[in-house]
Nanobody
Framework: QVQLVESGGGLVQAGGSLRLSCAASGSILSINAMGWYRQDPGKQRELVARITSVGTINYADSVKGRFTISRDNAKNTVYLQMNSLKPEDTAVYYC??????????????WGQGTQVTVSS
């Protein structure tokens, strides 16, 4: 099985910073891409940032210049450095991994989510 374990969420004032981490473990052969999504109650889950195994990165327009995604391939871990946080960044943040398992099945996996709350 595959597990994604997130950490680093919390409460911060507007203008502050947080760093999220997500470690993938289990029967993993290789990881194609890892990313962060977020979801507010009543809204659709949206992409925040995504990074592929070769380093191609995509950001949502709303976080460009403020958030930085990075990845440690050796540790199967992805990070999201969030600076200049705004109240509208408040959401549950979910880690995602597009990966191949050791049984050669490809799958899309999600973490349990971590709450980020930005106060004004």
């Amino acid at each position: 099985q595959v597990q994604l374990v997130e950490s680093g969420g919390g409460l911060v004032q507007a203008g502050g910073s947080l760093r999220l981490s997500c470690a993938a473990s289990g029967s993993i052969l290789s990881i194609n891409a890892m990313g962060w999504y977020r979801q507010d109650p009543g809204k659709q889950r949206e992409l925040v940032a995504r990074i592929t195994s070769v380093g191609t990165i995509n950001y949502a327009d709303s976080v460009k210049g403020r958030f930085t995604i990075s990845r440690d391939n050796a540790k199967n871990t992805v990070y999201l450095q969030m600076n200049s946080l705004k109240p509208e960044d408040t959401a549950v943040y979910y880690c995602n991994a597009d990966l191949w398992k050791r049984d050669y099945h490809r799958g899309d996996y999600w973490g349990q989510g971590t709450q980020v709350t930005v106060s004004s």
